[in-house]
Every structure is written in C-alpha cells, then in structure tokens.
C-alpha cells in the first residue's frame, strides 16, 4: 500500500507538468512562429519480487513477479510541423513554406534559429527581428529603396530613385537540421542547436538540402492545434484524478490495517 501512495504520487506529477506543457501551447496559439510541444513519459524502475528464469523446485520461473514503481517525464518534444499562413501585406513579413529555420544573431554572439518571420529595419536600414537581432546573412536596405521584394528563393532586391532595374540586396539563407526535434527553445520564438538536434546545415531557399521557399507578405502562425490541445488537457485531468483516486484508496486500507491492531 506505501508502494501504491509513492507510484500514484509519480503519475501526479507527470500529469502536473503534462499540464504546464499543455498550458504553454495554448498561451501561445496565437504566437507566430511557435512550435507546439509535446511531454513524453517513462516507466521508472521495477522491483523484481521473482526475477523471471529464476531456477524453481523443478524447472525456471517463466514470467516472474514484478511490481512498477510508476512514471516520470522524460523528455519535451518540440514538433515541427508546419503553421497555417497569415497574409499581413508587409514586404519585410516572410513565411517559410517548407522546412528550414531563419538564422538571427543574438546579443552575446551566438545564432539563433526562428520560423517567426516579422523583420523590421533598423536605424541603419538593416534587416532585424522585433527584438533588434540582427538576420543572418545580413542585409542592409537603403533608405531611399521605393519597394522591397523577396523572391521565394530568398534574393532580396529593392527599386532606387533614378533606376528602372531592381538592385539585388543580398539572399537570405535558411539553417536546417538533421533532427529539428531536438532543438532548444530559448523563448522568444527562438530555437538553439544542441548536440541532438546536429549542426547546423545552411542553404538558399528552395535548395536541395531540405530548406524550403519563401511567402513575402505573410507570417506563419503557432502549428498548436487549439482542438487537440483540449482534448490533450481532458485526458492528463481525468489521468490526475485517476492517480489521485487511487491515493486515496491506498490511503484507506492502510486505515484499515492500522485498526487491526486496536
């Protein structure tokens, strides 16, 4: 009966942070770019009461005894599929359709990985991200650029005064992985490679590595599906309380053996 209090207790705690997990993606079905996570569960230890192929009186035991001593969180998964498209009219809002991930340069120097691709300009006509993080490689636009257009394989080019040819501007390239799944979330919409996730592989939009194209004027929204997200959050309440059912439980019939000795 303690065995029971300690292993419903683990599954509490698992639904507890299934929860928070679920909780986070709904918080943020509205933020563009956000990747919906997923928890993933483990079974913890077994106490081995008969080991199977245990020698018996005549022969080897074939199934054994086991008891498990419940669940724990194991990892947080984040999923990679793709968004719905918000067409907003901005020329500096793209979408990636398809894989890849935009490359932006964090304060301290590192790179960061985003889908979230409402860019601005700075005051030195740079393109950058809400945060002022600079997008990689960078790309500079002049003041005085009449209209700014980027091609689905990422050529940015912009109409100057005097001009009737569009000047190219740079390429924007996008950063893919090996196995985006285990890439870190930073907040703020932004990824960093792990060891898990595997370097970073770099290429133009549309190449042959896996990036896809771009969608100028458009912004991918969070790929959380509201619905399931739901029914997500109906199935760890009805699993806490099953868990916490059976503290209950196990909490009266110790009662119970406790007034055997009175």
């Known amino acids: 009966m303690i065995r029971a209090l300690y292993t419903a207790a683990s599954g509490m705690s698992a639904q507890q942070l299934n929860l928070d997990t679920v909780a986070n993606n709904l918080a943020n079905s509205a933020t563009a770019g956000f990747r919906q996570m997923r928890l993933q569960f483990q079974d913890m230890v077994y106490q081995n009461l008969i080991t199977p192929g245990s020698p018996a009186s005549?022969?080897?035991?074939s199934a054994g005894l086991q008891?498990?001593?419940?669940?724990?969180?194991?990892?947080?998964?984040?999923?990679?599929?793709?968004?719905?498209?918000?067409?907003?009219?901005n020329p500096l809002d793209i979408a990636i359709q398809g894989g890849g991930f935009f490359q932006v340069q964090l304060p301290n120097g590192t790179t960061a990985y985003t889908r979230a691709g409402s860019f601005h300009m700075n005051n030195q006509g740079t393109m950058v991200t809400a945060e002022g993080d600079q997008v990689l490689p960078a790309i500079t636009i002049p003041a005085s650029a009449t209209s700014v257009t980027i091609s689905q394989y990422?050529?940015?080019?912009?109409?100057?005064?005097?001009?009737?040819?569009?000047?190219?501007?740079?390429?924007?390239?996008?950063?893919?992985f090996a196995n985006p799944g285990g890439l870190t979330a930073l907040g703020g919409s932004l990824f960093q490679e792990t060891q898990a996730s595997g370097n970073a592989i770099t290429a133009a939009p549309g190449g042959t590595s896996g990036a896809g194209t771009l969608q100028q004027g458009?912004?991918?929204?969070?790929?959380?599906?509201?619905?399931?997200e739901f029914v997500?959050?109906?199935?760890?309440?009805?699993?806490?309380?099953?868990?916490?059912?059976?503290?209950?439980?196990?909490?009266?019939?110790?009662?119970?053996?406790?007034?055997?000795v009175r």
């Open 58 to 61: 005549t022969s080897t035991v």
């Open 67 to 89: 008891i498990g001593l419940g669940t724990r969180s194991s990892a947080t998964e984040v999923i990679q599929s793709q968004g719905d498209f918000n067409q907003t009219g």
């Open 154 to 176: 990422g050529v940015v080019s912009a109409t100057l005064p005097g001009q009737t040819t569009p000047a190219t501007l740079g390429t924007i390239q996008l950063a893919n």
């Open 218 to 228: 458009y912004l991918e929204n969070s790929n959380v599906d509201v619905v399931t």
């Open 232 to 260: 997500q959050m109906i199935l760890a309440q009805r699993a806490y309380e099953s868990n916490s059912k059976v503290i209950h439980v196990a909490d009266d019939m110790y009662s119970q053996v406790n007034g055997l």
